[in-house]
């Protein structure tokens, strides 16, 4: 009766032990699966290009079926806009083609360097400013790329004009170069991480 016993403690012992490694196991393979792209978006002041570039690049990833596998967001090199909403100018030609533009404006930070696994830029100057920041935190080393690398259109020309000091005009241009771009950056993206549209489809589509 006591060697009955110990049996049975021994079987409850390695029961729970098997199922604490079925947690463990559960729990990590979560985890991985929860990983996310770290994709940032940087121009000089986070009002105009780069939260258009996250909210256009955010619904694309959408589009595609593919939000769960993103972490999307924009910033500044600058803080002069520090709090502010984006352009209007901007949010109303966005609006007027489907796509909402919110959040605040905020400056790129050394943190970020750790959290993104792709940052944007949106002209030479604002990657210059990033490659500098990146060296300074001197740890994760994100790719450092220029939005317009992927614009099919871009015909040598890889900076995306800042529309700020301009007119209406300027902004839809602008609109037009981000979206040719995000998309292919999605696609540069979903070809190196091995990742698959929903339906098969290409991430542009």
């Known amino acids: ?30 985890a991985m699966s929860e990983h996310r792209i770290g994709v940032l978006f940087v121009c000089l002041g986070n009002i105009c290009r780069s939260p258009l570039a996250e909210a256009v690049f955010r619904a694309q990833v959408k589009r595609a079926g593919l939000e769960g596998r993103f972490h999307v967001d924009s910033a500044g090199t600058s803080a002069y806009h520090e ?8 949010r109303r030609v966005a609006r007027a083609r489907g796509v909402e533009l919110t959040g605040r404006a905020r400056q790129i930070y050394e943190a ?14 604002n990657r210059v400013d990033v490659e500098h920041l990146v060296a300074r935190a001197g740890r994760h080393s994100p790719q450092v790329r220029l939005l317009r690398e992927f614009d099919p259109a871009a015909d040598g020309e890889l900076e995306v ?38 339906g098969g489809a290409g991430p542009g589509q």
């Open 161 to 198: 004009p800042d529309p700020y000091y301009g007119g209406p005009d300027g902004f839809e241009l602008v609109h037009d170069i981000v979206e040719r771009a995000c998309a292919g950056l999605l696609a540069h993206i979903c070809a190196e991480r091995g990742l698959v549209a929903a």
């Open 112 to 125: 970020d360097v750790e959290r993104f696994d792709y940052i944007v830029a949106m002209d030479e100057s």
């Open 83 to 90: 709090g502010q909403e984006p352009d209007p100018r901007a």
């Open 1 to 30: 009766m006591g060697g009955g016993g110990a049996g049975g403690n021994s079987k409850r012992v390695r029961g729970n032990w098997t199922r604490y490694l079925e947690r463990i196991a559960v729990r990590g393979g979560a």
